[in-house]
């Protein structure tokens, strides 16, 4: 089992530019969660879904896209690429509310 | 916005020495995690607790959950150059909160020999 996959694993973007950071699980878990985390801010919930064809914002939703066609899967786009964008963005699972997230490997994105 | 806040942000200690993180809400939590994430990696589960006043135990290690539900800490007793990282917590509200896992800010632990 590969648990929690995240593609690419860095990335540079210009300003303005668009791009899908993609997350996949091989744990059946309905929970899937994007943070992302900056210095000194800890991990910030951007986007969450409880499970294929449901999602809901998190804490700073602005300038970021998700859909959950799957179980499997759940993209995160950014629309037109902004420098504050620049961030680590770690991919999380859990099998319902009160249980551990399993967290994916991370992207590591700049943005020019 | 539910708030969840660790002091220090930083800690540098020597082997051997014991070191404590705290995690204060502003809201009242259904329950805590902790996590540690390694210099370059990601964050690892590493306990949850749900009961107020709870203290649970993993070697070195104790957490625990304050009676009212709203603080927790994490406790390192003799420290070894294994432990560093940065120690974070996460709840989720008692109330309103829906499914988010609110994490906090962190503490970064660097152990010297």
């Known amino acids: 089992n590969a648990g929690v996959t995240q593609t690419p694993k860095f990335q540079v973007l210009k300003t303005g530019q668009s791009m899908t950071l993609q997350c996949a699980q091989d744990m059946n878990h309905e929970y899937m969660s994007w943070y992302r985390q900056d210095p000194g801010m800890g991990l910030r919930l951007i986007h969450y879904s409880v499970g294929a064809g449901i999602t809901d914002q998190g804490e700073v939703p602005n300038g970021y896209n998700v859909s959950r066609s799957t179980t499997e899967d759940f993209p995160l786009r950014l629309l037109s690429a902004a420098p504050s964008q620049t961030s680590v963005y770690f991919c999380?699972?859990?099998?319902?509310?009160?249980?551990?997230?399993?967290f994916g490997p991370g992207t590591r994105l700049t943005v020019l | 916005g539910q708030q969840v806040m660790q002091i220090p942000q930083y800690q540098h200690v020597q082997e051997g020495e014991d070191f404590t993180t705290y995690c204060n809400s502003s809201?009242?939590?259904?329950?805590i995690q902790w996590y540690k994430q390694r210099p370059g990696g990601h964050p690892v589960f590493l306990i949850q607790l749900v009961k107020s006043g709870e203290v649970k135990k993993q070697k070195r290690l104790t957490f625990q959950f304050g009676e009212a539900k709203k603080n927790s800490s994490l406790h390192i007793t003799a420290t070894q150059t294994t432990d560093v990282g940065t120690y974070f917590c996460?709840?989720?509200?008692?109330?309103?909160?829906?499914?988010?896992?609110?994490f906090g800010t962190g503490t970064q632990l660097k152990v010297e020999l």
């Open positions: 999380a699972t859990r099998r319902d509310t009160y249980n551990e997230q399993f």
């Open positions: 996460a709840g989720n509200r008692l109330t309103g909160g829906g499914n988010k896992l609110t």
């Open positions: 809201t009242t939590l259904s329950n």
